[in-house]
Nanobody, 114 residues
Framework: QVQVVESGGGLVQAGGSLRLSCAASSSIFRINAMGWYRQAPGKQRELVAVITSGGRINYADSVKGRFTISRDNAKDTVYLQMNNVRPEDTAVYFC????????WGQGTQVTVSS
């Protein structure tokens, strides 16, 4: 049973925009934090942005001012609006759902061409 489903990845030119979405299954309870991590080839997975159920947000320095995370608690869905993307944003983006347990999506590829 797939519990975290991401969508919205793809190919975009540098300077363009992309919006990622992630929905958590109704079988996941007591969701606190939701967010996005990314992993580029040959690199470790890193935090992009996370938002708590109370609305507290944390961004990686590299995306501040360009990416915006938002959340619909009623739908257990989190979004990542990516503006002014750069080639270094190319990575597989993973959705994270935090409860007493951690849930991860399968990842969605984002490729930024120069």
């Amino acid at each position: 049973q797939v519990q975290v489903v991401e969508s919205g990845g793809g190919l975009v030119q540098a300077g363009g925009s992309l919006r990622l979405s992630c929905a958590a299954s109704s079988s996941i309870f007591r969701i606190n934090a939701m967010g996005w991590y990314r992993q580029a080839p040959g690199k470790q997975r890193e935090l992009v942005a996370v938002i708590t159920s109370g609305g507290r947000i944390n961004y990686a320095d590299s995306v501040k001012g360009r990416f915006t995370i938002s959340r619909d608690n009623a739908k257990d869905t989190v979004y990542l609006q990516m503006n002014n993307v750069r080639p270094e944003d190319t990575a597989v983006y993973f959705c994270y759902v935090g409860t007493p347990h951690d849930y991860w999506g399968q990842g969605t590829q984002v490729t930024v061409s120069s």
